[in-house]
């Protein structure tokens, strides 16, 4: 792993610790949150488990509960994974 995709993976673990500790987020997408983070901190490869959480914000996003806001937040965390994903290959 690149140093680049280690300061990637700080990224968002600071924007998903952010969002778990938001008021405004609904329990359940906070428990959702984080399985994601501790899914980012097992050891499987780095492509599989970008892709997993990837799948899972991306059901988290279209939650009908979730404010605007967040929702842009978490687009963010997307575009940092999608970009460590692009440069991995």
Not at 23 to 50: D, Q
Not at 55 to 80: A, C, M, P, Y
Request: charged fraction near 25%.
């Amino acid at each position: 792993m690149t140093q680049q995709h280690e300061e990637n993976l700080v990224k968002v673990a600071l924007a998903l610790r952010e969002l778990m500790e938001d008021a405004a987020v609904p329990r359940n997408i906070k428990i959702k949150l984080e399985g994601i983070t501790v899914c980012l901190g097992n050891g499987s490869e780095m492509s599989l488990k970008i892709n997993k959480v990837l799948n899972e914000l991306d059901e988290i996003v279209n939650d009908i509960n979730l404010q605007s806001h967040t929702r842009t937040q978490i687009w963010g965390i997307v575009s940092i994974l999608e970009n460590t994903t692009q440069t991995a290959e």
